[in-house]
């Protein structure tokens, strides 16, 4: 199935669960090091998808914009992996995840400064009540 519907839901997902799972993994240890095991295990589990579908591919015929914004996104990855962890292992799961979550007003913001995306007044509207419902869950 190469829906991009299913993708995002199964994207939802995980990502509910990983916050679930992420609190109860940093009660015991340091956010950044749990951080770093989690980094890890996520490149042995692609490494083990790409193998299994044979999806390898030779670094050299990456070209350097790619390399560039793969680089830029790995950084800005790892940055709010750790920001996460750590509010995690400080925060109530409850709140930390919907302000987590707000990336996604963020990114619909993001995508009409830097990509020239249209915004309608549907995406206009869902992102304003997102920032609001996030606000209204913390303070």
Not at 41 to 50: G, N, P, R, T
Not at 59 to 64: F, G, K, L
Not at 120 to 128: E, G, M, N, V, Y
């Amino acid at each position: 199935m190469n829906d991009w519907k299913f993708f995002a839901l199964g994207s939802a997902f995980f990502a509910a669960l990983t916050a679930v799972f992420a609190k109860v993994g940093v009660a015991q240890i340091n956010s950044n090091f749990a951080t770093f095991i989690r980094t890890l295990l996520i490149s042995v589990l692609v490494a083990v998808i790409m193998t299994y579908r044979q999806e390898w591919a030779s670094p050299s015929s990456i070209d350097r914009k790619t390399w560039i914004f793969l680089i830029l996104s790995a950084l800005a990855t790892g940055l709010s992996w750790l920001c996460y962890y750590r509010a995690l292992q400080i925060g109530a799961v409850s709140k930390v995840a919907p302000v987590d979550k707000m990336s996604l007003a963020l990114t619909i913001i993001l995508s009409v400064i830097f990509l020239g995306e249209k915004l309608d007044i549907k995406t206009l509207l869902a992102t304003t009540l997102i920032f609001s419902g996030t606000l209204i869950l913390v303070l």
